[in-house]
Structure formats: structure tokens, C-alpha cells
């Protein structure tokens, strides 16, 4: 597989959120403004490639036996970076993040690129593998949080993009909106793949 | 076997042991920063309310230029804000400062407001180590609400001072004046 | 607050699922039938609690009277993952059936961010002892009735004449969304 092929098989065919679906609270849960799903998508993407980058180059390092151990201590270590960089130098997101930035430790998406990829692979494809999966994660974040800040307050990272007039869906920022968008955004994925393999064949 | 065991738990030994001791650096040299925005976030409405009635939220000043310069004139500045309602008004600016008279106790930390019309709006104590029960009155709003409402022309000279405490509240009005000389050179 | 209130306000009103999205892959992974996901329920009420009375001891024994509470993730997740382990074994040896109604969930709670996330939310809102210890079984109380209820709405949802686009997780997200919709009612509930 070159380069290229790993960062796009995270990016777009295995997307973490749509396709692979895991790691689905933190989005769920936080995606209620775009500036809050971009500063998740970079965390997570941070912690992801930063252990990918340890665990591979440590990978022959670390026994078999006890290497499900050795990688939860360096995602969590990586989590505690993310979450005390976070809380001095961007202390709004900080907050606004709040108890999902340490629950970046369990989320199902970092520990599965560990043991499937990075303790098989070496250090530079590794990196992009992180990268790739960070930035389909982020592209996911991007995706559902400008549905939910637009639809749900008429804004996009603040600025009103829909005009006064326009009655906010409050439905869309509360929980149940977070569930059927990110459905239908789902759905809208499956739909599209299902399109693209059939002009294939 | 049991050599097998050691050698597992050794490596698991390690990396715990680096991953801490990163994390202690890291930690250390992030707490003052997070001490700091956890002081600002624990901000409660009756600290908002004494300094600047009205006020929702301090925002950092407009001009970091200015902050600066008067950072590097005056060594007991902390920070200068601006006070907003919940409709984004200005409603002032709030001086962050430490006092320029020791109390019994080291310095204390000051948010002293300042009214548009050139009034001092409300003082509040952010950090403190007077004595508990006597110096610590400082803190209390019977003894800060007195300086709502003076006059900011020139330092304050009258006040009551918490009797038993003259040393706490010379340094506590050492803290208000330094704002009001900040305010006069600067603000005005 | 009262205890009673705080029960019914993590058990219902913040349900971990529907108004926190805590534990949402096990939510929608394992609630495919109703007796399975009783199982895992059960499973997920006896470890958030358990783990949550450790944590909790460990957190003001440990963590606060060292200045160690940067190290609070790290230790958590190893606390909850050797917890998991130990529950495990211990279920095995002593009641092998029991084990064998929970056993296959069990592995599964370990990555399960309710766990971790409730033992965090303790400090994080600041409860003391007694109030998180009913803050975790409301809180996990609450996963179970959820996945429970939804496993139940699931198996006539599988049957449904669906879009083939929407099958699978997309109409379990939104099925999930109209249950949340009931949920959000109870938000208006005086306590």
C-alpha cells in the first residue's frame, strides 16, 4: 500500500465516524458547534498519531503478552498532553470539551489503529495512518457540527449565515438532533458508496 | 517463567514510569497557566456582580499592545479586561492587580472596576493570605463595597480599615490606588 | 440536592445515553435482543459502581494527597481495565453461571467510556462519597434501561421495509434520536 493510499483509506474509505463507526459518543456529544467539532477532530487526531508514532516505534520493544496494557498507557498518556495543553492554552474549548477530552483515552478508534496497524507497521506509515484516520475523523466532526450549528442557531462558527427571520431548530443542538443527523448523514454515506460501486461495476 | 514475568512487568514498568515522568514535567509547567483559567472560570456571578454590577464576563482588553506596555511599566499589573453585559455592552474596564503593600501575609490580588464616568465600580479579592478571621476580613464584602462608587480622579486616602487589620487593608488599598493609577495614565 | 433526586436525575432526566451520549458503542453494538442487552446492562451496572467506589477512594487517598491528579486518566483506565480483569476471573471461579450470562460482555465494558466517564464526572462535578455512589447507580441504571428499551424497538426496526441506504446503524441512530425526543421530556421535571 503507498503513502497515499493509507492517509486516503482513513480519510475516506474507512472513515472512523461513517463507515467504521466507532468513537460515536464524543461525536454525538460535542458536535453542537462547528468550533467544537474542529477543536474534537484536532485532539483526537493528536492523540491518535502521536501514539501511533510510539507504539510503532516501540512495537518491538513491547512484549506480546502485555501489549493491550503498555499501548492504554500511552494513549492515556497522550490523552493527559491533549488534556492539560487544552486546559491552559485553549481554556474555552477546554470547557466546552470537558469530560469527552479525557474520554479520548477509551475512545474505540485509537486503540484499534494500534493494535491494527501501528504494532505491525513501521513508524512513517504509521504517522499517516493517524493522519489519515485524524483527518476522516475531523472531515466527520466538520460535517455533522456545521448541520447542527447552522440548522440549530442559523450560525457557522458564529457568524450568521441564515438571515433573522430564520427560527432556530433548537431541536437540532439538543441530544435527539445529534442521533438523526448523524443517521441521515450515515444513511447519505451508504447512499453514495452504493452509487460509486455501482458505476463500477 | 517466573523470568518471563519480570521481564513483562518491567516493560510495562518503563513505559508507566516515562509516561509519568513527561507528564510530571508537562503538568508543572502548565499549572500556573491552569491555575489561572480555573481562577477566572470559578469567577462566580457575586464576583462579577461586586466588581462591575451588571457584567457577565470579563473579555481580555482590545489592545494586548497596551496590556504589555503597561505590564512592563508596573510589576504588580496583572492583566486589564473589559466587563460586558449579556448583550456584549462595555459596561468598563477591570484592572487585575496585585497590592504594592505587603500585608501580614505576602501581596494580595485585586479586580478593581472602573465605570466609563471615572467612578471605581467594585473591588474583589482574588488571592489572599491574610489571616483567617482578622486579615481575612479584607475580603468580605462589608469592608469592599466602601470603595464602590468613589471617586477615581486620584488615589484613594479615607477609608475604614477592618479594625485589628490596618496592615491587611493598607495593603488592600495599596492594590485599589495601583489601579487607579493605571487607570488615570492609561484609561483616561 | 437530595440522594432520591440525584438518582432520578442520572437514572432518567440526564439519561448516560439519550441527553450525555456516554457508552453510545456498546449502545448501539450489543442491544440487538432484549435478554442480551439485560445482560450487558447488569454487567455494566456492577462495574460503573464498583469502579467508581475505587476511583473515588483512590482519587482522595492517592491522587490529591500526592499532587498526582494529572496522573488521573492514566490511573483510572488501568484501575477499570484490572477491575474488568479481576471481575472476571472472580465470576469464573465462584459462580461459573453467572459468568457465562456475563462473561462475553465483560471484556467489552473495559473500552466502555460510561465507566471511565461517570468515575471522572464524580470529581469533575464534585460529588462526596455517598452521593457518587448514587450518582453510578443511577447513571448506570439508567445505560441499562436504555439499551434494554431500545433492543426492544430494534428487533421490529430490523423487520421494517427500510431504504436500503438507511439499514443498519444509520436507522439505529435515528430511532435512537426519537427515543431521545421522549427522553428530553422529563428534562422539564420538577425534583
Given amino acids: ?201 | 517463567m517466573k523470568n518471563s514475568y519480570v521481564k513483562l512487568g518491567g516493560v510495562l514498568f518503563i513505559i508507566a514510569a516515562i509516561a509519568a515522568g513527561i507528564l510530571a514535567w508537562l503538568n508543572d509547567s502548565t499549572k500556573d497557566l491552569i491555575a489561572k483559567n480555573d481562577a477566572m472560570a470559578s469567577m462566580d456571578p457575586q464576583v462579577l456582580e461586586a466588581v462591575m454590577p451588571g457584567s457577565v464576563m470579563f473579555n481580555e482588553y482590545e489592545d494586548p499592545a497596551l496590556v504589555k506596555s503597561i505590564k512592563s511599566e508596573n510589576e504588580k499589573f496583572v492583566n486589564l479586561l473589559t466587563a460586558v453585559d449579556a448583550s456584549d455592552n462595555e459596561l468598563g474596564y477591570v484592572v487585575r492587580t496585585w497590592s504594592t503593600v505587603a500585608g501580614y501575609d505576602g501581596d494580595m490580588e485585586l479586580f478593581i472596576g472602573f465605570s466609563p464616568e471615572g467612578k471605581v465600580t467594585g473591588v474583589s479579592v482574588i488571592t489572599s493570605s491574610e489571616t483567617e478571621g482578622l486579615g481575612s476580613r479584607t475580603t468580605e464584602p462589608e469592608f469592599t463595597s466602601q470603595f464602590a462608587g468613589k471617586d477615581a480622579s486620584a488615589e484613594i486616602v479615607d477609608f475604614e480599615a477592618v479594625s485589628g487589620a490596618t496592615k491587611s487593608s493598607n495593603s488592600f488599598l495599596s492594590a485599589v490606588n495601583n489601579a487607579i493609577n493605571i487607570y488615570n495614565q492609561y484609561l483616561k | 440536592m437530595n440522594l432520591f433526586s440525584l438518582f432520578i436525575t442520572s437514572f432518567i432526566v440526564n439519561n448516560i445515553i439519550f441527553s450525555q451520549f456516554l457508552g453510545t458503542c456498546p449502545f448501539l453494538g450489543v442491544s440487538k435482543k432484549i435478554d442480551t442487552a439485560a445482560g450487558m446492562g447488569i454487567a455494566v451496572i456492577f462495574v460503573i459502581t464498583l469502579s467508581s467506589i475505587i476511583t473515588y477512594i483512590v482519587q482522595k487517598a492517592i491522587l490529591v494527597r500526592f499532587g498526582l491528579e494529572y496522573l488521573q486518566t492514566i490511573v483510572f483506565i488501568l484501575i477499570i481495565a484490572a477491575l474488568v480483569q479481576f471481575v472476571e476471573m472472580f465470576l469464573k471461579k465462584s459462580s461459573p453461571g453467572l459468568y457465562r450470562a456475563l462473561g462475553i460482555y465483560l471484556p467489552l465494558i473495559t473500552t466502555n467510556c460510561a465507566v471511565l466517564g461517570v468515575a471522572i464526572n464524580n470529581f469533575k462535578i464534585g460529588y462526596e462519597f455517598i452521593e457518587s455512589i448514587v450518582y453510578a447507580v443511577g447513571t448506570s441504571a439508567g445505560f441499562m434501561l436504555a439499551i434494554v428499551l431500545f433492543a426492544g424497538v430494534r428487533d421490529k426496526v430490523d423487520n421494517a421495509d427500510l431504504p436500503e441506504s438507511l439499514k443498519g446503524s444509520a436507522i439505529s441512530l435515528i430511532t435512537a434520536g426519537l427515543m431521545s425526543v421522549a427522553f428530553l421530556g422529563f428534562s422539564g421535571l420538577q425534583l
Fill in chain 1, 1 to 201: 500500500m503507498n503513502k497515499l493510499d493509507i492517509f486516503k483509506n482513513g480519510f475516506i474509505n474507512e472513515n472512523p465516524i461513517l463507515v467504521q463507526q466507532v468513537g460515536m459518543c464524543a461525536t454525538l456529544a460535542i458536535t453542537t458547534s462547528l468550533v467544537n467539532g474542529i477543536g474534537m477532530g484536532v485532539a483526537v487526531t493528536a492523540v491518535l498519531t502521536g501514539s501511533n508514532i510510539v507504539i510503532s516505534a516501540l512495537r518491538k520493544f513491547i512484549p506480546d503478552e502485555v501489549r493491550i496494557p503498555a499501548f492504554v498507557i500511552i494513549i492515556a498518556a497522550f490523552t493527559t498532553i491533549i488534556d492539560l495543553v487544552m486546559h491552559a492554552y485553549t481554556f474555552e474549548l477546554y470547557q466546552a470539551l470537558g469530560v469527552f477530552i479525557p474520554l479520548i483515552v477509551v475512545n474505540c478508534i485509537i486503540l484499534a489503529r494500534a493494535e491494527a496497524f501501528a504494532s505491525k507497521n513501521g513508524v512513517l506509515d504509521s504517522t499517516i495512518d493517524g493522519l489519515g484516520m485524524g483527518a476522516g475523523y475531523l472531515l466527520a466532526m466538520i460535517l455533522l457540527s456545521s448541520i447542527r450549528e447552522i440548522l440549530g442557531n442559523g450560525t457557522i462558527l458564529g457568524f450568521r449565515i441564515l438571515p433573522e427571520a430564520y427560527e432556530p431548530m433548537m431541536m437540532s443542538v439538543q441530544p435527539p438532533g445529534a442521533f438523526i443527523l448523524l443517521g441521515l448523514l450515515i444513511g447519505l454515506v451508504n447512499c453514495l458508496s452504493k452509487k460509486k460501486k455501482a458505476k463500477k461495476a
